[in-house]
């Protein structure tokens, strides 16, 4: 029954969060995503304080999906194709500590299911990998011009290639659960 419905949230940082948001919204059974500021040391902060001052937050998307569609291993799987995971600080042209990657995560299986999937990413790399990984401190929900951005504006800023983008649209789960 629909009603039995249980939803779960991820907090994934990958650099700008205006493509990442864009990008989790183009999969099937991702249900809802919001665009903010994670794990830094001020509260609710501005884009110009993340930006502009040493608040060391990570622009980050709160991810909420539908388990029995898209598994924590599949958007983790998908999160990998769109960042560089031995970048430090750094994706496409966007530098600095707020563009850093990160999996942030409010429940201690998920912690465990990442863990598996990073080591599984690591095995193809020479580098290591720059993702953290860690508990979610807070979040801080991003202003409103922030949201869904690139509907808004499909013309504006994105490190994040168009064909991605579409490839998230035909994305089907793998396994037959």
């Not at 937050?57 to 709160?62: D, G, L, N, P, S």
């Not at 990998?80 to 201690?108: C, F, H, L, M």
């Not at 990984?133 to 499909?154: R, S, T, W």
């Amino acid at each position: 029954m629909e009603n039995d419905l249980v939803l779960k949230t991820i907090y994934l940082a990958g650099g700008c969060f205006w493509g990442t948001q864009h990008y989790f919204d183009c999969l099937s059974g991702v249900v809802g995503t919001e665009v903010g500021y994670a794990n830094g040391k001020t509260a609710d902060p501005t884009y110009e304080q993340v930006k502009y001052e040493a608040t060391g937050h990570a622009e980050t998307v709160k991810v909420v999906y539908d388990p029995t569609k898209i598994s924590l291993e599949e958007l983790l799987e998908q999160y990998y194709k769109v960042i560089d995971p031995t970048s430090v600080n750094k994706q496409g042209e966007d530098a600095g500590i707020q563009y850093r990657t990160g999996i942030y995560y409010t429940a201690s299986a998920d912690c465990l299911t990442a863990e598996a999937s990073l080591a599984k990413l690591q095995e193809h790399y020479d580098k290591p990998l720059a993702v953290e990984l860690k508990p979610l401190e807070h979040f801080y929900p991003a202003e409103e011009y922030h949201q869904k951005y690139l509907v808004k504006n499909p013309a504006g800023y994105c490190h994040i290639p168009g064909s991605m983008f579409q490839a998230a649209k035909q994305y089907k789960r793998q396994s037959g659960q």
